[in-house]
């Protein structure tokens, strides 16, 4: 079994920065592609970026490239998600999954295990 939980959420207003963890925990948990991901209110879930645990790939979507990285620290089993200039269009859910394999089309339905989230709300 695999548990992942999310922290470092919050309000901050229009330009600020916030960086997110995920760390994950369990018996089963073996590595894999970490991704973040983010739903605002009516709208669907959105991929943000993932990496490879193993080292060697990461990938942050256009939308937010240039003021989102994703990072990791191994020996915590815990994957960062650094925001910057932060917009309100960035207010939404923010969730860590995990999957066995990254893939360039970074499609939802690969991650199998998800956190619970955490909330982040840009105000301008």
């Known amino acids: 079994q695999v548990q992942l939980v999310e922290s470092g959420g919050g309000s901050v207003q229009a330009g600020g920065s916030l960086r997110l963890s995920c760390v994950a925990s369990?018996?089963?948990?073996?590595?894999?592609?970490m991704g973040w991901f983010r739903q605002a209110p009516g709208k669907e879930r959105e991929g943000v970026a993932q990496?490879?645990?193993?080292?060697?790939?990461?990938r942050v979507v256009k939308s937010v490239l240039g003021r989102f990285s994703i990072s990791q620290e191994n020996a915590k089993n815990t994957v960062f998600l650094t925001m910057a200039n932060l917009k309100s269009e960035d207010t939404a859910m923010y969730y860590c999954a995990l999957a066995r394999h990254c893939s360039v089309q970074f499609v939802l339905a690969d991650f199998e295990t998800w956190g619970q989230g955490t909330q982040v709300t840009v105000s301008s």
């Open positions: 990496l490879n645990t193993a080292g060697g790939f990461t």
């Open positions: 369990g018996s089963a948990y073996r590595g894999g592609c």
